[in-house]
């Protein structure tokens, strides 16, 4: 039972993987489980009661965890010491702070770790006491939903439907488990019929195959049922990420390449509950920067688009390097070289994404590039389920030089400051105000970002809805200031050409996640837009207005050159609209830490405005509420339903047939029915009334009040149902079954009294009998299924034996 206890929790845990980056949180719950369950054998080898079992289990967990994480500062590697304690304590304040930063997958760090591995052994502690030591398997199943539950509270997506289907098999195999040492107790089962006369030799242990071939069967239906249910349920079926089709057909003139819209896609694939990889790569760069797909350069009042694109043959990237980056200058570059490979459940891609800017494409196929944007497209070929490398120049621009880079070129001047006349004029002055004092264009930058991030109060939401006009864009910067990427995206850039800085929309993913050395995995909540601004010298450099962590897009990175020089300082002359805000330090210009590992501490802000860092901690935190909240409605299930059973036996209207008194005399008997129960007392269903009560109270032992007032409740008892009413007030009848039910209290050991105020066992009654008739019907099923196959076999051995000579 130990054994399938431990395994009932590590199945269980199989939920928990999309909250990690990587699977080695498995095996060091493992070691936990192993350790609580080799505790919980010695305990029971030594007779040593439950609770200290209990106590002995989280003592082996805290030597395994001392061992595994702080051996060093261990007395022997694994006896705690003072100075283990404190490493101990070090490693869960900083696994706390990373799972405030990080959105899930976390990477796997050992304060991570270390929590996943706390969490998992408490659990198993938890279930070797209920299902092991107290023989309550049923209820063993709530920490192990409470385990499950935790995926759910912290992330929008759900759990796979094969780790749900591996927990629940783990908790149907410790039922049957339970069940079968349950019957083992009562001796060998008998059965009513009998096929041979020939005497049987008895089995050393009862033979319970029929009813464990029965609860296979309907663990495994209910297991199926649960599965296979949610697909039948009407709903919106996964589409093609962006919906782009591949269908044009490509002649050798001048074409114009649409699609539908891109950030209409963005919204989609944000909200989509069937998070999953759609793209991995390898790539030179330590820090790799952003996957771009489209740049929009043209805003019409209410939406972001792009410029229709001209394409024409010589645009082919096959064989040839492509355009060089518009306004890359002087400024220190890197060379990086990114290998892609794009999953097949990714549909229908036309446009590659690829760290900006592209310098050369190796891809089979029709594939070209606008020169203007250096966005790689194909007329009617799709890169799903292909490979290809992209070598790109990455600018390590630093910021002095894009302090400097304020005069621009009158073609980027005429495309990308151009704005409609529709757009309130309450936006401009709310940007000129928040740059107030700013001395150049990039300082100017950097506070539009640091509004958005931190000082301005915006929330990242993605049950808003996408914008659409620019009302819609109004009402995001001025009053709801509730959006996602799409809305802080969009309504910078349009802040930044109300400044004269040329700005555009990119959209793509960003950098993902890091699994290797060099190896990342890109997922559909990857994706994402942001603004991208020109500096000459410089040319476009991306910034990151959205809030990241774990209350924002969380592998959102600000780039390290979006932090303000230390002269920058936030001016005293906050806007109006935000009169409670706060100045910022130099160090705390972008959002809060991202959640990728992968990018070096220097890339993410190491402070933040006191806005964000307060609303991130306050995310965080509801989330683990929930889940807490959720864990304690489940452990007050059973005694809720049994204070509603006591509330409907009392307060039900009699029937037609029957008067109010007979109607409390049956419920007075019902609730002390379930009293004894609750308590551990036999009840004997063949009992009268009568004989009940006087059993009862032998066994009890009980005084005289409460003898008389259980005399009194059986006599009533016997009156509703032998007579033709009953005589004793309804108001008597509740005072004696107070006065019984505190007298078994009394009688009963601590541990048992807590079980019927925690677990009343007489909540599961009505389950049981289904069960049981379920399991009665299999039986007969079985049995008819076994005497008609042993009918045939003897039919057919009679037409097979052979005449005798005469």
């Known amino acids: 039972m130990t054994i399938i206890a431990g395994l009932a929790t590590l199945a269980s845990s199989v939920g928990l993987y999309p909250l990690f980056a990587s699977g080695g949180w498995f095996w060091s719950g493992l070691g936990a489980v192993v350790a609580v369950a080799a505790a919980g054998v010695l305990m029971r080898r030594f007779r040593v009661p439950a609770v200290f079992s209990a106590i002995g289990g989280l003592a082996a967990l805290h030597l395994y965890l001392t061992a595994r994480f702080a051996a060093d500062d261990a007395l022997l590697g694994i006896i705690p010491t003072p100075g283990s304690l404190r490493k101990l304590g070090d490693l869960m304040g900083s696994g706390w702070d990373s799972a405030n930063q990080y959105a899930a997958p976390v990477p796997l760090a050992p304060g991570i770790l270390l929590l996943s591995s706390a969490g998992i052994g408490l659990v198993a502690v938890i279930v070797d006491l209920l299902a092991v030591r107290l023989r309550r398997a049923a209820p063993a199943g709530l920490p192990l939903l409470a385990m499950y539950s935790v995926p759910a509270a912290v992330r929008e997506d759900s759990v796979s439907w094969l780790a749900f289907g591996v927990g629940a098999l783990g908790y149907l195999a410790l039922l049957m488990t339970d069940a079968r040492e349950q019957v083992g107790g009562w001796g060998r089962v008998v059965f009513?019929?009998?096929?041979?006369?020939?005497?049987?030799?008895?089995?050393?242990?009862?033979?319970?195959?029929?009813?464990?071939?029965?609860?296979?069967?309907?663990?495994?239906?209910?297991?199926?049922?649960?599965?296979?249910?949610?697909?039948?349920?009407?709903?919106?079926?996964?589409?093609?990420?962006?919906?782009?089709?591949?269908?044009?057909?490509?002649?050798?003139?001048?074409?114009?390449?649409?699609?539908?819209?891109?950030?209409?896609?963005?919204?989609?694939?944000?909200?989509?509950?069937?998070?999953?990889?759609?793209?991995?790569?390898?790539?030179?760069?330590?820090?790799?920067?952003?996957?771009?797909?489209?740049?929009?350069?043209?805003?019409?009042?209410?939406?972001?688009?792009?410029?229709?694109?001209?394409?024409?043959?010589?645009?082919?990237?096959?064989?040839?390097?492509?355009?060089?980056?518009?306004?890359?200058?002087?400024?220190?570059?890197?060379?990086?070289?990114?290998?892609?490979?794009?999953?097949?459940?990714?549909?229908?891609?036309?446009?590659?994404?690829?760290?900006?800017?592209?310098?050369?494409?190796?891809?089979?196929?029709?594939?070209?590039?606008?020169?203007?944007?250096?966005?790689?497209?194909?007329?009617?070929?799709?890169?799903?389920?292909?490979?290809?490398?992209?070598?790109?120049?990455?600018?390590?621009?630093?910021?002095?030089?894009?302090?400097?880079?304020g005069s621009y070129p009158s073609d980027v001047m005429a495309t990308y400051v151009d704005l409609p006349k529709n757009i309130s004029p309450k936006v401009e002055d709310l940007a000129t105000s928040v740059t107030r004092g700013a001395p150049n264009a990039y300082e100017k930058a950097v506070r539009l970002q640091r509004w958005f991030t931190s000082t301005g109060g915006y929330t990242y939401d993605t049950n808003v809805q996408a914008p659409r006009h620019v009302n819609d864009l109004e009402d995001f910067v001025l009053t709801s200031r509730r959006g996602y990427c799409e809305?802080?995206?969009?309504?910078?850039?349009?802040?930044?050409?109300?400044?004269?800085?040329?700005?555009?929309?990119?959209?793509?993913?960003?950098?993902?996640?890091?699994?290797?050395?060099?190896?990342?995995?890109?997922?559909?909540?990857?994706?994402?837009?942001?603004?991208?601004?020109?500096?000459?010298?410089?040319?476009?450099?991306?910034?990151?207005?959205?809030?990241?962590?774990?209350?924002?897009?969380?592998?959102?990175?600000?780039?390290?050159y979006s932090q303000p020089p230390a002269s920058g300082e936030q001016p005293?002359?906050?806007?109006?609209?935000?009169?409670?805000?706060?100045?910022?330090?130099?160090?705390?210009?972008?959002?809060?830490?991202?959640?990728?590992?992968?990018?070096?501490?220097?890339?993410?802000?190491?402070?933040?405005?006191?806005?964000?860092?307060?609303?991130?901690?306050n995310g965080t935190l509801a989330a683990w509420l929930a889940g807490s909240l959720l864990v304690l409605l489940l452990l007050a299930a059973p005694m809720t339903v049994r204070a509603l059973t006591r509330r409907r036996r009392w307060t039900a209207p009699p029937s037609q047939t029957t008067t109010p008194e007979v109607s409390a005399a049956h419920a007075a008997w019902s609730e002390v029915h379930a009293d004894a129960l609750d308590h551990g007392l036999a009840w004997r269903p063949s009992d009268t009334p009568r004989a009940a009560a006087r059993r009862l109270s032998q066994l009890l032992e009980l005084d005289a009040e409460a003898s008389h007032a259980l005399t009194r409740i059986a006599r009533a008892e016997e009156l509703a149902r032998y007579a033709r009413e009953t005589s004793v007030p309804h108001s008597n009848l509740r005072a004696d079954v107070r006065t019984v039910h505190t007298a078994m209290a009394a009688a009963v050991g601590r541990t048992t009294r807590w079980r019927a105020r925690l677990l009343p066992p007489s909540t599961m009654t009505g389950f049981r009998a289904t069960t049981a008739q379920l399991m009665e019907t299999a039986n007969r099923l079985n049995a008819k299924a076994s005497g008609f196959r042993l009918s045939e076999r003897l039919r057919l051995q009679e037409r097979l034996r052979l005449p005798r000579r005469k």
């Open 192 to 405: 009513t019929r009998r096929w041979s006369e020939e005497a049987e030799a008895r089995p050393e242990r009862p033979d319970a195959s029929g009813m464990a071939a029965s609860g296979r069967r309907i663990g495994i239906a209910a297991v199926v049922t649960a599965v296979l249910l949610p697909t039948l349920i009407p709903g919106i079926h996964p589409r093609g990420m962006f919906g782009m089709g591949g269908d044009g057909s490509g002649g050798e003139g001048s074409q114009t390449v649409t699609t539908p819209d891109p950030l209409v896609s963005l919204k989609r694939e944000l909200t989509e509950t069937n998070d999953q990889v759609v793209l991995t790569y390898q790539t030179s760069d330590p820090h790799p920067d952003y996957l771009r797909m489209y740049a929009l350069d043209k805003f019409d009042g209410d939406n972001w688009t792009y410029s229709p694109l001209q394409s024409s043959p010589d645009d082919s990237i096959k064989g040839r390097d492509l355009p060089p980056a518009p306004g890359l200058g002087a400024t220190s570059t890197n060379t990086v070289t990114t290998k892609i490979k794009v999953k097949r459940e990714f549909k229908k891609l036309t446009f590659l994404p690829a760290p900006y800017a592209p310098t050369r494409v190796s891809i089979k196929g029709d594939w070209r590039v606008h020169g203007p944007s250096l966005m790689v497209y194909s007329l009617h070929d799709s890169a799903t389920g292909r490979t290809y490398t992209v070598q790109s120049t990455k600018a390590v621009p630093n910021q002095d030089q894009l302090a400097t880079g």
């Open 487 to 560: 809305q802080f995206a969009a309504s910078m850039a349009v802040m930044a050409r109300m400044l004269k800085i040329p700005a555009r929309v990119a959209m793509g993913f960003t950098a993902g996640t890091q699994v290797g050395p060099r190896d990342w995995q890109v997922r559909n909540r990857d994706m994402h837009a942001w603004p991208e601004l020109y500096f000459e010298g410089v040319g476009w450099v991306r910034f990151e207005p959205t809030p990241s962590g774990a209350t924002g897009q969380g592998t959102a990175i600000p780039p390290v």
């Open 572 to 617: 005293s002359d906050q806007p109006s609209s935000n009169p409670n805000s706060t100045p910022s330090s130099a160090a705390s210009a972008s959002s809060s830490p991202g959640s990728n590992p992968g990018h070096r501490p220097d890339e993410r802000d190491q402070s933040v405005g006191t806005d964000a860092q307060h609303n991130g901690d």
